[in-house]
């Protein structure tokens, strides 16, 4: 249950950050990586025994936000910053 909620927290602060950037990929990509490496640490701190479900979570984030953007440099900016968050 905590991974479908932090799917749509994701999916909604992906939103809301893209709104106030007017589209910026370095920064949204920069801000939403950010956030997706704590939320990632998080989960893999909380459940050390089964650490697949955040990482589907994170995947499944990953995905959607291709989808709605169809940006590749987007993509990868949040992933680099995910590994840095």
Known sequence: ???V???GVGLALRT???KLTDSDYRLTGTLV???EGFVLSHFLH???RNPNDAYLA???RFVIDFLLTSSLVRLA???AWT???
Do not use: Q, S
């Open 1 to 3: 249950m905590d991974n």
């Open 5 to 7: 909620i932090a799917i």
């Open 16 to 18: 809301v950050i893209d």
């Open 33 to 35: 990586g950010l956030w």
């Open 46 to 48: 909380k459940n050390r």
């Open 58 to 60: 994170l995947a499944t």
């Open 77 to 79: 900016l949040t992933g």
């Open 83 to 85: 590994v840095v968050g």
